[in-house]
């Protein structure tokens, strides 16, 4: 489909050129469909994602043009939000001659140039070859046409005014070092991929790039970042967690969405849901048919990357109901039982340690303190002995993950200086992720069983909720570690634990059973009637009592 914008009157009324350059510097749609030519978006589904992005006033300085400076663009895949970065970015150049933008993808390998490609098709917008025709973009901003292909990565626009090292353009990836240069505008796209989202180690690594490179933003600079989710620990969930409302905002949109009528449907019964239930967000492209074999192929990469939900098939194990109503007020805890207390310390990527108490009463276990921390290793020593001196106790277990045995010197000393002494009950650490993982998940029994509860006052609390309800999808796992040693002092079942219980309460009920037996002759008591025998025949004559073998030989 042609654009709207007449050409012959474009070359011809100077006028109507204007009121056109104006429009495309102003109003992002208009560029990207009516300008730059891409035909497939929509006024339905795409209006609202380019009123997303800076609302640009070329009469205005790069820094006074928005008060929100952090933008994050959630959207399914197929959507065309790189059209629309590169369409913002076309925007930019052409509003102002000296803006200087980078793009930071996930990679930008021979085998993967993503950044690359990003600057050579906003480049190409300003290209124009010898022996080829103008494009609109090029009669609306003559100023900024080149007819020199740019070099891979870098785009310098014949408009530029001031002297600055930095390129109008550039494309790099989240793995390179960039220090030194300067940026208005920082374009964050799709740093989060299939490649660096596989591990934790890649998670934490993208996370930390970005936040370095973000230093190269100006003061009054902008960020744009677009993505889909991979999941609850991508830098996307980090960017949402840090978002300041103030100066940040956030456009998210899954391919498809329940109507409103049809929501509580949804949640009853989904497997009576149908096409006619739903909104779709870009049906011209993703209709319910493709979205429904995309479900049937893989659940999760259809929840992350089609309805950009972060968590993608997961059920977690801790629903957060349930740990609610396991917390309970202080008053309801026992005054007395049996303490237990574990401490899982540094583990892999994560300095985070944790040690836990837990009130043994009853068949439950009450947990009651709480110790979490990045700490020196001296001052973890103090924590370990003072926790255990705060609760009575004498000993202590400790996960024995790589170089804990470390500690056992200091916390020794410390307990000696303390004058509170702690022995220390080391737990073999398991290699095995999937065998920590399952000692985590058989706490899920207690919880449904009533016989794992957690005091409201604990430290930590709300976070010991989160890392247990999102167990298996975030990297921290300290406390649920924790949690799960301490839990091994409780009984398997019930019956074990009542087994005393029961045995004192059936042997009291056998002593008063026999003391009743006793006095009125029941039972192992009572005295039995004899019937009379027969007197015996003894021979006469017979005065020793002997048998007689052969009678009437004594007559």
């Not at 089609?306 to 917390?327: I, Q």
């Not at 009450?366 to 255990?388: E, N, Q």
């Not at 079942?493 to 059936?506: H, P, V």
Request: negative net charge; contains cysteine.
């Amino acid at each position: 489909m042609g654009s709207l914008i007449n050409r012959a009157r474009l070359r011809e009324d100077p006028a109507y050129q204007r009121e056109n350059r104006l429009r495309a510097q102003t109003d992002l749609f208009f560029l990207a469909h009516e300008v730059l030519g891409y035909d497939d978006i929509t006024e339905y589904t795409h209006r609202q994602v380019a009123d997303f992005f800076v609302q640009k006033d070329p009469r205005k300085t790069i820094a006074a043009q928005d008060r929100c400076k952090s933008r994050l663009l959630l959207l399914p895949r197929g959507t065309f939000k790189t059209s629309f970065n590169i369409a913002d970015t076309v925007q930019w150049v052409c509003d102002f001659t000296d803006v200087r933008i980078l793009t930071l993808t996930a990679s930008n390998s021979p085998d993967s140039p993503l950044a690359d490609a990003f600057v050579a098709e906003v480049a190409d917008h300003f290209f124009q070859a010898n022996d080829s025709a103008a494009t609109i973009l090029h009669e609306l901003f003559p100023e900024c046409v080149t007819h020199k292909r740019a070099k891979a990565g870098w785009f310098l626009s014949p408009s530029r005014v001031k002297a600055y090292r930095d390129p109008t353009l550039m494309g790099s990836s989240i793995e390179s070092s960039l220090s030194g240069w300067h940026w208005d505008v920082i374009k964050l796209e799709d740093i989060q991929d299939n490649r660096n989202s596989q591990t934790i180690f890649g998670l934490k690594k993208v996370k930390q790039n970005l936040f370095i490179n973000l230093k190269m933003l100006m003061p009054w600079g902008y960020r744009d970042a677009t993505g889909t989710r991979y999941g609850p620990q991508d830098v996307y969930g980090r960017m949402i967690e840090t978002m300041n409302p103030k100066v940040s905002k956030m456009l998210w949109k899954p391919a498809m969405v329940a109507k409103p009528e049809s929501r509580q449907k949804e949640i009853d019964t989904p497997e009576l849901m149908t096409e006619a239930d739903y909104d779709l967000f870009f049906p011209e492209l993703l209709p319910y048919s493709f979205l429904m074999e995309k479900k049937e192929e893989d659940l999760h990469s259809y929840m992350t990357q089609y309805l950009n939900l972060a968590s993608g098939s997961f059920t977690s194990t801790f629903p957060m109901e349930r740990l609610l109503g396991a917390s309970i007020d202080d008053e309801t805890i026992p005054l007395h039982g049996t303490i237990s207390i574990a401490w899982r310390m540094e583990l892999g990527e994560s300095n985070q340690v944790a040690g836990m108490v837990g009130l043994l009463e009853n068949g439950r276990m009450y947990i009651v303190d709480l110790v979490r921390g990045s700490y020196a290793p001296s001052t973890l020593a103090r924590k370990v002995v003072l926790l255990a001196k705060k609760h009575g106790c004498h000993q202590v277990l400790i996960e024995e993950t790589p170089g804990a045995h470390h500690y056992e010197p200091a916390i020794r000393n410390e307990a000696l200086a303390e004058g509170w002494k702690v022995a220390i009950r080391w737990a073999e650490f398991d290699e095995d992720d999937q065998v920590r993982a399952l000692r985590v998940k058989n706490c899920e029994p207690l919880l449904q069983g009533g016989r794992l509860l957690f005091a409201k006052s604990v430290p930590h609390l709300k976070e010991l909720h989160r890392q247990l309800y999102n167990y298996g999808l975030v990297e921290e796992n300290e406390l649920p570690d924790a949690l799960a040693r301490v839990c091994e002092a409780l009984p398997s079942s019930i019956a074990l634990n009542d087994r005393k219980e029961i045995a004192e309460e059936e042997f009291d009920a056998m002593v008063e059973r026999d003391v009743y037996d006793r006095v009125y002759g029941l039972g192992s008591n009572e005295v039995e009637e004899v019937e009379e025998a027969d007197e015996m025949y003894v021979p006469a004559g017979n005065t020793g009592g002997l048998e007689e073998i052969m009678p009437g030989l004594t007559g």
